[in-house]
């Protein structure tokens, strides 16, 4: 018999993502329109910090709402149509800010594109984790942060180069597309077979891996991995043994320092960072170069994962990240508080582009990708869905936290000693991933969850 073909995986896998690649627009709407939005370039509303804080932030505060029944609703109807439901909030939620004539529909829209776009988070890495095999899963689960790099870059490019109706008519042709592209994919074979349809799962397997592939074996596994899930699959029995409990632990640490590093601030204010900086480089060049780097690293991230594993991309990651921070707080310090200011901050008025290019390679090489990896990779099969929900919900309200009340923060205890607080928590991390996080490297569960219990 044949091997296993990849490509249909890889197909698969892009098709889903196209969905994160619309969280991403979200994500990045305010990256480069933040002056635009200020002077009330969208159908006329002016916006002031605190109003932008909350265009800014709301957009978490729907993916946080959705974390818990976008699970609920992938157990019961399927992955791919909980997906595919997604498309109608999108499309209403653009077409909200498009035509928004209040701030209260414009924060409608954002929570509405944020609930829908929330989704993908959940379900992109269970559907890519069950529709791969074992040696190509870690590369798949990056996926989903590639594909919200590529989206933020994607505002970050039209953001500057639109006006904004083009701009926002763009963000909402995306969802669209993800709808008609991923109609074609399969359910995974896990789904299936968990609902007792071993034709539909083998022909998912068929697709997946082509018709000349043996996937008897491959078929038993999945078989025996709902058997022992339905053997000893009580909730509140599993959640409490040593390997979840662990696992709880690890990924709800690793969603807080993904958000606690400062990612979100970093993206969705980065044209108001390198504004405040007074960079000579032109703000919107740098903020497009600083995505541009984004996905240039989150692509090495792909290639490298199932190579050198989760825990030197995490340690590299947090390293790079605490090192940019630094450095963002060092010119800040630099520029408020040191009487040779005039002197040192003309020449290194790069150093705010710099650090934002260089967070973004830090960050997307490992704190990006890796913690939702670890939630599909770490849980077993009968906690995995409340628990990557709490783990996401976790994340996302964090999010809304930081983008929120940086602005805040910063007015308060001044833009250094914000990066300053960034840099100490992606240190911290470091210890974090030394002391808990195993390697999943090419491990089937059984194998992790003998680690976990070590």
């Not at 509140?236 to 709880?248: H, L, Q, Y």
Request: aromatic share 12%; hydrophobic share 45%; proline share 4%.
């Amino acid at each position: 018999m044949a091997e296993a073909k990849t490509l249909p995986q890889y197909v698969a896998a892009t098709s889903i993502c196209l969905g994160a690649w619309s969280t991403g627009t979200v994500l990045g709407w305010t990256s480069n329109i933040t002056d635009d939005l200020k002077n009330g370039k969208l159908n006329g509303l002016k916006m002031n910090n605190d109003e932008l804080g909350w265009a800014g932030s709301c957009c978490t505060l729907g993916a946080m709402m959705v974390c818990f029944p976008i699970g609920f609703l992938a157990d019961t109807i399927g992955r791919k149509p909980t997906c595919l439901g997604t498309v109608i909030p999108f499309v209403v939620g653009w077409l909200l800010i498009i035509y928004s004539k209040t701030h209260l529909m414009l924060y409608l829209g954002r929570v509405l594109t944020g609930a829908a776009g929330g989704a993908f988070v959940v379900i992109g890495p269970i559907y890519t984790a069950e529709i791969a095999q074992t040696h190509i899963r870690g590369k798949l689960g990056t996926f989903v942060q590639l594909f919200i790099v590529i989206g933020v870059l994607y505002d970050e490019i039209l953001g500057w180069a639109l006006p904004m109706l083009a701009y926002n008519i763009a963000c909402l042709v995306v969802p669209v597309i993800f709808g008609v592209v991923f109609l074609f994919q399969p359910e995974t074979p896990f789904y299936n077979l968990k609902r007792g349809m071993p034709e539909k799962a083998e022909y998912c397997l068929k697709r997946l891996r082509g018709n000349h592939y043996d996937f008897r074996i491959e078929l038993a596994v999945i078989i025996n991995e709902i058997e022992e899930e339905r053997r000893t699959g009580n909730f509140w029995k599993d959640v409490k043994t040593r390997a979840n409990k662990k696992a709880t632990v690890i990924c709800i640490g690793l969603m807080l320092y993904q958000q606690l590093t400062g990612v979100n601030a970093m993206s969705f204010y980065s044209k108001d960072i390198l504004l405040q900086s007074g960079s000579n480089i032109p703000v919107q060049f740098a903020v497009i170069a600083t995505g541009i780097t984004g996905l240039i690293s989150t692509v090495l991230a792909a290639s490298i994962i199932d190579r050198n594993g989760r825990i030197f991309l995490l340690q590299i990651s947090c390293r790079i990240c605490a090192f940019s921070t630094f450095l963002l707080a060092f010119y800040f310090s630099l520029k408020y508080h040191s009487d040779a200011r005039r002197q040192y901050v003309k020449t290194l008025s790069f150093l705010p582009a710099l650090s934002l290019m260089l967070f973004c390679v830090g960050f997307n090489i490992g704190l990006g990708p890796i913690p939702w990896l670890a939630t599909a990779e770490l849980f077993s099969p009968a906690v995995k869905q409340v628990m990557g929900s709490v783990a996401c919900a976790v994340n996302w309200l964090t999010a809304f936290l930081v983008t929120r009340f940086c602005l805040v923060i910063e007015e308060k205890i001044g833009t250094d000693y914000t990066f300053y607080i960034f840099t100490c928590i992606s240190l911290s991390c470091i210890f974090f991933v030394f002391v808990l996080v195993p390697e999943t490297k090419n491990l089937r569960y059984d194998k992790i969850k003998e680690e976990l219990e070590k």
